[in-house]
DNA sequence: AAAAGCAGCAACCGCGGGGTC
DNA sequence: CGACCCCGCGGTTGCTGCTTT
């Protein structure tokens, strides 16, 4: 098999672009367009391999790229996401507009991988490190199903984010490449915009539709089986429900929810993301009843973690506490925040779980709660999302 | 003031999937 | 059907600048 040979050509430039190189890509682009991106860096003149010039490209001069500072939403958006999907930055991305996989992805490894590990979280498992916590019969029949939505979301999150690069490449063919750039995102806003449900690929509406009806799993396992995902290895009794608006709810800016730089009060930030989620779930009134067995599995971990709450009070409670605060509770000591201006990260509210010390995990009480209230944060994202809920249909 | 340590991030590397011939 | 090409993705590296000692 040949491998192509990239940088290895010699005479290719590797290593930091230069202003001048930057200008040239920008130039060549904006007026041609990338098309093949191997024939690219001769034809605008630069002595970078295709692949150098994609990733400049992708990662940092595409007009549509927000720099700077994660607002608040975009974090609890990140870590729900790999919750569910694991390192598959490419489609976290997909979903949290004007980001790029890489920086999604130096922002976890450099920041959030962190603080989760400081408040006891396993960041690859999303587990409490404390294991005692998760040794009931009925958390592991919790985390099964838990596991098997992560699968069928993966599935669905693939379809989306196959589309949206179908849908860029296809508006960067057929108009030209100014126009191309005016509308980097068409795909992603279709697919979060809940006036613009016609154009929702057919194989992801499918796969919603076969999860309303969950009675018909021969036609799951075909769907799914269209989407041609690697990860899906469910059997039919165990088709989950779905959780489209863990995505809808928290990283579409076209429903308000995700707000920009403005919006960088930490705790205030929580807060009105929980009052959007209120609204949103009062609008839909005609919803069909949240899935059983994801009510189940919430309240499962309820009863895990020793708590009579049902999800909606379970809601009430982490909206109240904040899972924004509890990430900033562990946060003392993280230098990144603490020289970033401190003002912004400091937790005004007092009032979760650990507010005294900089140690977060130093309290096994703590740890106990903290951990409850993550996980509960993240159940009951799910619990205003179930298929109806969907804006798409 | 200098050195060491650390964090953040841009960029590179290698693999795998999909398309084409 | 297999070889080849192109591209995207995730993991990793290495540079830079800041903080600490």
């Keep these: 098999m040949g491998r192509s040979p990239c ?30 991106w191997r024939a690219l860096p001769a034809k605008a003149g630069l002595e970078r391999c295709g692949k150098s010039c994609r990733l400049r490209w992708t990662n940092y001069l595409r007009p549509d790229i927000k720099r700077g500072k994660f607002s608040v939403q975009e974090e609890q958006t990140i870590i729900q996401l790999h919750a569910l999907l694991g390192n ?23 920041h ?9 979280i396993d960041p690859v498992s999303h587990k409490p490190k404390n294991d005692a916590l998760l040794s009931t019969e009925g958390h592991s029949k919790s985390a099964a199903n838990l596991s098997h939505m992560a699968q069928w979301e993966s599935a669905r999150l693939e379809a989306e984010a196959r589309l949206v690069r179908e849908s860029k490449l296809r508006s960067s063919r057929s108009s030209s490449a100014a126009a191309a750039l005016q ?13 613009s449900a016609p154009v929702l690929p057919s194989s992801t509406r499918s796969l919603d539709h076969a999860w309303n009806n969950g009675s018909s799993t021969s036609t799951v396992a075909t769907r799914v089986s269209d989407l041609e995902s690697p ?40 807060h009105e993301s929980s009052i959007h989620m209120g609204e949103y779930k009062d609008g839909l009134e005609n919803s069909m009843p949240f899935t059983s067995s994801l009510h189940e599995l919430s309240m499962t971990m309820a009863t895990t973690w020793g708590t009579t709450a049902t999800s909606a009070h379970a809601h009430a409670h982490v909206a109240e506490a904040g899972f924004t605060n509890l990430l900033l509770n562990s946060n003392t000591g993280d230098r990144s925040l603490s020289r970033e201006g ?8 007092g009032n979760v779980t650990n507010g005294d010390n900089g140690n977060g995990n130093g309290n096994s ?22 298929p109806s809920d969907s804006p798409m249909f």
């Design 365 to 386: 009480n703590e740890l106990y709660e903290e951990s409850k209230i993550y996980w509960n944060n993240i159940l009951n994202l799910m619990n205003y999302s179930s």
């Design 231 to 270: 990860t899906s290895t469910l059997s039919e009794n165990n088709a989950p429900p779905i959780m489209t608006n863990v995505i809808e709810l928290v990283g579409s800016s076209e429903r308000g929810i995700v707000k920009e730089e403005g919006e960088r009060e930490w705790n205030k930030g929580f």
């Design 112 to 120: 959030l991988k962190k603080r989760l590990d400081k408040m006891g």
């Design 7 to 36: 940088c290895d050509k010699v005479g290719l430039k590797k290593g930091p672009w230069t202003p001048e190189e930057d200008q040239k890509l920008l130039a060549y682009i904006e007026e041609h367009g990338h098309g093949s």
């Design 342 to 349: 401190g003002g912004e990260s400091n937790n005004s509210h």
């Design 88 to 110: 598959r930055w490419s489609a976290i991305a997909t979903h949290l507009p004007k980001r790029t996989d890489n920086e999604i992805k130096n922002y976890w490894n450099t």
């Design 183 to 195: 509308h980097p995102l068409v795909g992603t806003s279709a697919l979060s915009s809940s006036s």
